[in-house]
Structure formats: C-alpha cells, structure tokens
C-alpha cells in the first residue's frame, strides 16, 4: 500500500495519530536528507504524537538541483514518508512521520521561500547542509567570498540562489517590517555549528549591508548542538523490503540505527519546541558534547573508512567486526582523541566508546563505507586536524591520527590496493587525486595542501609519524601497516 494521507488509516505499521491539518509551519529546513528526516523531523513527529507543538511543523527547502528528487517524492505521499528503525537483533521498527508539512524546491519559486522565511510564524530556520554547506575556508577559518554560486548571490541582482542569499534577503525584510528574528539552528557535524552558523551568515550580510549584519548579531539566536543517530543513504533494498516485509510502499523511507540522541543549547529567539519532553537535552554549554561525538565517533569513522576501503571491506558494520580496525580505532580514541577531551557531564567515556564500536559494528544498519569516505576534505580538518593540532602544542601522541591522515592520502590516490580505481567522492577531487598521486615521489604532496592542512607540514612530529604511515601503506599495504601500529585487539 502506498503512502499517503488517505491510505494512512490502512496502513499496517505505526501512524500519525495526529491530525496534520492542524499543524502550521514553524520550522523552516534547508537540506532535508537522510539525517534530518531520521532525527529533528523524528523528534518533533513525537511531539506531535503527544498533542503537542502543532505550530512547530516543518516545511523543508531544497536548494540544489538534487532535491528536485525529495521534493517530487515527498509531494507525491503528501510530505510523509516512513522512518525505519534497524536494531541490531534484526527487528526493524516503521514508523510514517507526519511532521514535515510542506516542501519547497527553492529554484521553483526563491520569492516564495523568501516570503515564507520571513513569515512571523517561522520562528526557526534548521539546517543540515553537510559541512561543506556552510562555505568556509580551511586554512583562514573565513567565510569563502569567492564562491561562485555566493557572489552570484551578492553581485548579479537575480533572485538568491543559496542558503545565505535566502536567508539573508528574509532577515533584511524582518528587519523593515519590525518582526522579531528567528533562531538560525544548525544540526550539522561541525564543532561549534551555532557560532559558525553565526560567523557565515553575518559575514554574508555584512558584504550586503553593515547594519543588517549588526542586526542579525544582536538579534538572531544560533544554538549550538550535538545531534547523533547513524543514518545511511537509503538504499533500492530497504524501499523493497519495506514493501515486502510490511507492504509499505514508499517513494523515499529511511532507515536509520535506533540509538539517537541530540544535545542542545538554551538558545532560542523566537521560543522553541518542548524538545525536553522527548528526550532532547536541553543544556547551557554543548561543547563538552560535541567535541566527544565529533573527535570519537565521526573521526572513529575516518580513522576506519580509508583503511577498511583499502582492505576490501565495503560495508561499515563488516569492517568494524575485524579486531584489527576495531583495535585501531578504539586506540585512537584512547590515545589520542581522549585526552583532548573535556569532561563530560553524565556521560562515562569508556562505556561511551564501547558502545560506538558496538554500533559501527551493527549488522542491520548496512552503512557503506563509501558515504564514510565521501566529502574527506570537509571532514578531516572540522573532526581530526583539531584533535592533530591539540595534541601538537600539549606533547600528545599523534602517531594514529598522523595513520588515519595517510590513509586518506593513499585512498585520494583513487587506486586500489588490487590497481581497480577508487571513485574518489570529494568537491575538491580534481585538485586532491593529482596531489595523492605525486606523493609517490614527494611524499609529504598530500599534506603540503595548505587548503586543507595550514601549516601541518612544518611539524616534523606530524611529517615523521605521516611518512612512515604513508611508506608502510605503499609498501606493506593497508593491514600490514595496521599491525605494525599500536592497536587494541579485542
Ligand atoms: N547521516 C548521518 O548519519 C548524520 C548524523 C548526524 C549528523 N548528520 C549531519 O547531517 C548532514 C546531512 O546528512 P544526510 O545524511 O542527511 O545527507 P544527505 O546527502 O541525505 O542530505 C544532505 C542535504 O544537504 C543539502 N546540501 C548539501 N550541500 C548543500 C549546500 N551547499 N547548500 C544547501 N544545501 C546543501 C543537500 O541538497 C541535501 O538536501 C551531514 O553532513 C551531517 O552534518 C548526518
Ligand atoms: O554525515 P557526515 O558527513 O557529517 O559524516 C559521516 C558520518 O561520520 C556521520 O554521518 C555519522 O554517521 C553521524 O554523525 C552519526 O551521528
């Protein structure tokens, strides 16, 4: 049976028991994915499903020309689709969510979206536009001016086109008009998404007008937050064992694991959703969380994707079953990631990476290494470079994130272990793979990248540790290099 309001009442796994007509739009949401629709759109479902929030529902934007896709698919079941949840004994757990309402494809109508931004009743704008999405340069921290689709935004008087141009144009009319600023929330992987949110849409409006800017800074809230719940790209299997297993027949489920878990700042400027009430923690200061989720389970995920590629394992939960990797990455979690930890309130560390080995490790939730090893050059210098840096200027060990650094450059080389080529994934592939592959004669190519790294080549502790790492992976190969290093085997 196919998913929609009408068929709702037949359908044989669990519901809205909510009626969505009386739900308006409160949260605006750029980048509706796989992860937004696994988590914030999960949590506010629940609300729902507890008679409450009904001025809190969702209307989701795309802004790029992939997600003419989500919003065909979602228009065509009425904006529901099925959240499957994967628990590791095999049981899967549907659930239709009901919380977006609405869905616009932005280069449709920008105007629209523009109006829509700038409606009192948006009192929040989330974002989950993947790392790359907030345009910042690595080695100066700065907003990337330079960006083509950003100053066709500024410069070419057309409708904006991105995430800032429409944002911004809604809060310079929110500012003529007297109404009150939105919170801008992002629930993206980044340390610090709040105030990077705030950095890069300041500094956008600051380019258009000073003032505004100052408006924005004085006015708009930005939480940070950590937001955790492993969700992958939803596959052509899980659409027909949904439909076989449950006779659900859904344009576009996801499946995601049934841990979850969000940690959010008292940061709002408009009013919130009771997130409390279904399990959000609502705390003061979220960094002690983030830097834990970000520096263990998303740099655990680097340190495991290039090797375990490299050894011929295309699926997550495969290569964390190898003690090898799993000793690896809980190593670098122990030795190096750990101490540039701060203390955690309520949270015991040890248990903490137990269980991430234990969820990397899930057979149900079938992640592909391939998604892990995706956009690397958004994601090793917000998650590891930190931790690389940190343990520099205290005398920390670096010798496992130096590995993991290596592995990658290996990997951007974009040939296998067997000589088949690796579909290197990454906006800047075209700079990156010539690099890797120069580094076969110059090995220090890959990190000398100022782009990505800074300065990290001028660090002979790193340079030592990462050369070895890379001679051993050229010469040995990936798990002869993982025995010579100090791992945990369980
Ligand atoms: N998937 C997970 O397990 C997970 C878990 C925690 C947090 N996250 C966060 O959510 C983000 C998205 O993950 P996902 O699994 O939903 O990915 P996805 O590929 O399913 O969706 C990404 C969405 O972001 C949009 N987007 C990408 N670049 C953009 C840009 N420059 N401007 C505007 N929109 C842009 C895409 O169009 C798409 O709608 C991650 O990058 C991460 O920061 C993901
Ligand atoms: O989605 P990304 O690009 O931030 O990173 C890839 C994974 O590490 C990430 O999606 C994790 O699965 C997720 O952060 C778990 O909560």
Same mark, same amino acid.
């Given at each position: 049976?196919?998913?929609?309001?009408?068929?709702?009442?037949?359908?044989?796994?669990?519901?809205?028991?909510?009626?969505?007509?009386?739900?308006?739009?409160?949260?605006?949401?750029?980048?509706?994915?796989?992860?937004?629709?696994?988590?914030?759109?999960?949590?506010?479902?629940?609300?729902?499903?507890?008679?409450?929030?009904?001025?809190?529902?969702?209307?989701?934007?795309?802004?790029?020309?992939?997600?003419?896709?989500?919003?065909?698919?979602?228009?065509?079941?009425?904006?529901?689709?099925?959240?499957?949840?994967?628990?590791?004994?095999?049981?899967?757990?549907? $659930?239709?969510?009901? =919380?977006? %309402? +609405?869905?616009?494809?932005?280069?449709?109508?920008? !105007?629209? #979206?523009?109006? &829509?931004?700038?409606?009192?009743?948006?009192?929040?704008?989330?974002?989950?536009?993947?790392?790359?999405?907030?345009?910042?340069?690595?080695?100066?921290?700065?907003?990337?001016?330079?960006?083509?689709?950003?100053?066709?935004?500024?410069?070419?008087?057309?409708?904006?086109?991105?995430?800032?141009?429409?944002?911004?144009?809604?809060?310079?009319?929110?500012?003529?008009?007297?109404?009150?600023?939105?919170?801008?929330?992002?629930?993206?992987?980044?340390?610090?998404?709040?105030?990077?949110?705030?950095?890069?849409?300041?500094?956008?409006?600051?380019?258009?007008?000073?003032?505004?800017?100052?408006?924005?800074?004085?006015?708009? $809230?930005?939480?940070? =937050?950590? %937001? +955790?719940?492993?969700?992958?790209?939803?596959?052509? !299997?899980? #659409?027909?064992? &949904?439909?076989?297993?449950?006779?659900?027949?859904?344009?576009?489920?996801?499946?995601?694991?049934?841990?979850?878990?969000?940690?959010?700042?008292?940061?709002?400027?408009?009013?919130?959703?009771?997130?409390?009430?279904?399990?959000?923690?609502?705390?003061?200061?979220?960094?002690?969380?983030?830097?834990?989720?970000?520096?263990?389970?998303?740099?655990?995920?680097?340190?495991?994707?290039?090797?375990?590629?490299?050894?011929?394992?295309?699926?997550?939960?495969?290569?964390?079953?190898?003690?090898?990797?799993?000793?690896?990455?809980?190593?670098?979690?122990?030795?190096?990631?750990?101490?540039?930890?701060?203390?955690?309130?309520?949270?015991?560390?040890?248990?903490?990476?137990?269980?991430?080995?234990?969820?990397?490790?899930?057979?149900?939730?079938?992640?592909?290494?391939?998604?892990?090893?995706?956009?690397?050059?958004?994601?090793?210098?917000?998650?590891?470079?930190?931790?690389?840096?940190?343990?520099?200027?205290?005398?920390?060990?670096?010798?496992?994130?130096?590995?993991?650094?290596?592995?990658?450059?290996?990997?951007?080389?974009?040939?296998?272990?067997?000589?088949?080529?690796?579909?290197?994934?990454?906006?800047?592939?075209?700079?990156?793979?010539?690099?890797?592959?120069?580094?076969?004669?110059?090995?220090?190519?890959?990190?000398?990248?100022?782009?990505?790294?800074?300065?990290?080549?001028?660090?002979?502790?790193?340079?030592?540790?990462?050369?070895?790492?890379?001679?051993?992976?050229?010469?040995?190969?990936?798990?002869?290099?993982?025995?010579?290093?100090?791992?945990?085997?369980?």
């Amino acid at each position: 049976m196919r998913v929609s309001e009408q068929t709702l009442p037949e359908l044989g796994v669990p519901v809205p028991s909510y009626r969505r007509d009386d739900v308006s739009v409160g949260i605006v949401h750029f980048g509706v994915g796989g992860f937004h629709r696994a988590h914030q759109a999960m949590y506010v479902d629940r609300l729902l499903e507890q008679g409450k929030a009904k001025e809190w529902g969702i209307c989701g934007v795309g802004v790029l020309p992939g997600d003419r896709r989500m919003q065909e698919a979602l228009a065509a079941q009425d904006h529901l689709y099925t959240l499957v949840l994967t628990h590791p004994d095999g049981t899967w757990e549907p $659930r239709v969510i009901g =919380s977006i %309402v +609405d869905y616009r494809y932005a280069p449709d109508d920008p !105007e629209a #979206v523009v109006e &829509l931004l700038a409606a009192p009743s948006t009192r929040i704008i989330s974002l989950t536009v993947t790392e790359g999405g907030y345009n910042i340069r690595h080695d100066t921290g700065e907003f990337d001016v330079d960006d083509p689709a950003v100053q066709h935004d500024l410069r070419s008087g057309e409708p904006p086109t991105t995430v800032f141009g429409l944002v911004t144009e809604a809060l310079a009319r929110r500012r003529e008009r007297g109404l009150r600023a939105p919170t801008v929330m992002s629930c993206d992987n980044i340390e610090g998404n709040g105030a990077v949110a705030r950095r890069v849409f300041t500094e956008y409006a600051r380019l258009l007008d000073p003032d505004l800017a100052e408006w924005i800074s004085e006015h708009v $809230r930005f939480p940070n =937050s950590m %937001v +955790d719940r492993i969700t992958p790209v939803t596959t052509d !299997e899980v #659409v027909s064992a &949904l439909s076989e297993r449950f006779d659900v027949q859904d344009r576009w489920p996801v499946a995601a694991e049934s841990f979850t878990s969000w940690v959010l700042e008292e940061a709002f400027a408009d009013g919130r959703p009771p997130l409390e009430d279904v399990g959000v923690q609502i705390v003061d200061d979220v960094a002690p969380y983030e830097l834990m989720k970000l520096r263990l389970l998303n740099a655990g995920h680097q340190g495991l994707c290039y090797f375990a590629y490299l050894m011929g394992y295309r699926l997550v939960h495969e290569a964390a079953q190898d003690p090898l990797l799993a000793g690896f990455v809980r190593a670098y979690m122990d030795t190096e990631a750990t101490p540039t930890l701060e203390p955690v309130p309520g949270i015991d560390l040890d248990e903490y990476k137990t269980t991430l080995i234990e969820r990397f490790a899930n057979p149900e939730i079938r992640d592909t290494i391939a998604r892990l090893c995706a956009e690397s050059s958004d994601r090793i210098p917000k998650w590891l470079v930190p931790v690389i840096r940190e343990n520099l200027a205290t005398g920390g060990h670096v010798q496992l994130s130096a590995a993991i650094v290596a592995s990658w450059a290996r990997y951007a080389e974009g040939v296998d272990e067997q000589g088949e080529p690796i579909e290197v994934v990454d906006r800047l592939a075209d700079t990156l793979v010539p690099i890797a592959r120069r580094q076969l004669t110059h090995p220090t190519a890959f990190i000398e990248n100022t782009e990505v790294f800074g300065d990290l080549a001028q660090n002979h502790r790193f340079v030592d540790a990462y050369t070895w790492a890379l001679d051993a992976l050229h010469n040995d190969g990936a798990r002869a290099t993982l025995k010579e290093l100090p791992g945990e085997p369980e």
